[in-house]
């Protein structure tokens, strides 16, 4: 009872306080942002920086500390967010027990047989690993590209580069991911359609990839093919945990998601971590560990580390969905009366640097900038203003220090985002300028230029 009295108190005088001091919505997540951004450059344990950003978030949109409290306990209690805590959680076992078992060097000392181009070998595994929408999976592909990128003198920061950058070279197309299916389905356009006008960007990405690690590349030998059937079996059979992953977390995705089956909406998730116990159980099988080491990768403070930092992360993003900051920020561009183009590009980029996460971006700004496009008339260039929002925000997802795949990689490297930043300024500000002329070129078609 006392309680419930001072936290009226409490949100009646932050009331009074909103009402003398206002601040517009987009000041206030700005100095959010920077806060966290500080907290990373002084080297504070990211867990900590990521509920930090939470409390000054919550308290910058006037929540009282007893209502962030429960925002944040709602928000680790959710399915989406235990799911994505025991995905997370297996994927780094996983890597730990290819790693610790030798079978990690078996694969990587047999795949370079098997591709005699150094770039394709280095790329290779984080693109594999990429065409499956797996939460964290940077963080998978990161132990295969530093044993084949130490042996070619790159440094962390060029590793965790590669890492990064080719593990989402498919996500502006790719059917499998949530943020393309949710596009589709607002815009109301036919995903083929789309995928094959997206489809550019993942050669531009590559292209763009290749172009920094050009001269190194060049000066590299290349590795002997495969002579043997049996160099070629043999490396199948160690990658095969892998395939199971992939594979295996596909079709139980499809089948859990289904409405004949289970029909749940972590259906998804699920498929992905009964696929990762499978895998994990024939590596420990057939490599024999023991029961002791499997129990010390589960209990090492690395481990822990990392399920405490995105905990932390899911935190943040609860209190921003709660505040409903995304939606002021949305209604005072609106009402100064923003050009279609520039809201359509500044949006989706803000909420995807801000959260990191493509469904984010998405589900907040395209329902706003759809309903725009529809009262102005502009329906033609529905596809064209799409891309456009989709391409831009996805520029804000790679750039967002609260990427999961970006921390991870970074941490894997132990490299820091000040190194890792101008590879990525460089490269998605290319990506930007390329999709900016798209967008006039797509217009010619597909509507009338004249209106804007």
Known sequence: MFARILNKKID????????????????????????????????????????????????????????????????????????LLFIVSFILIFSQSLEQSGQMKRLLDQFQGVVKYPFLNLILFPAIIGLLPMPGGAFFSAPMVYNLGVKRNFTSTELSYINYWFRHIW?????????????????????????????????????IGYGFLY????????????????????????ILPILMVIVLGLGFGLLFSSEKFLNHSIGNELGLILSLIIGLSWIWIANRIQVTEIVSMFISRHHYTMIYMIAAVFIFKGILEQTH?????????????????????????????MTGITVAFVGTTFPIIVGMIHSLGQDPLILSYLMLGSVSGFMGVLLSPLHLCLV?????????????????????????????????????????????
């Open 215 to 238: 001269k190194k590349l060049n000066t590299q030998h290349l590795s002997e093919p495969v002579n043997s059937k049996d160099t070629f079996k043999d490396f199948m059979i160690s």
């Open 12 to 83: 009646h005088s932050m009331q009074n306080l909103m009402s003398s001091v206002y601040l517009p919505a987009f000041p206030r997540l700005l100095i959010v942002f920077l806060i966290i951004i500080i907290a990373i450059r002084k080297h504070l344990q990211l867990g900590h920086v990521f509920l930090l950003g939470a409390c000054c978030l919550g308290s910058f949109f006037f929540l009282s500390p007893w209502a962030i409290l429960k925002i944040a306990l709602a928000s680790l209690i959710k399915p989406s967010t235990v799911a």
């Open 325 to 353: 900051a995304i939606d002021q920020i949305n209604k005072e561009l609106i009402q100064f009366h923003i050009p279609l183009m520039f809201i359509t590009i500044l949006l989706p980029f803000m909420v995807g640097m």
């Open 408 to 452: 991870m990689s970074n941490e894997y490297f132990k490299t820091t985002l000040g190194k890792i930043y101008p590879y990525l300024w460089i490269s998605c500000g290319i990506i930007f300028v390329v999709c900016t002329t798209y967008f006039y070129v797509l217009r010619l078609f597909l509507g009338d230029l004249s209106r804007f």
């Open 171 to 207: 996500e502006y197309w790719w059917p499998l991911y949530p943020g393309i299916l949710l596009t589709i389905t607002i815009g109301g356009i036919n995903l083929w359609r789309y995928a094959f006008h997206l489809l550019p960007f993942t050669l531009l990405a590559i292209i």
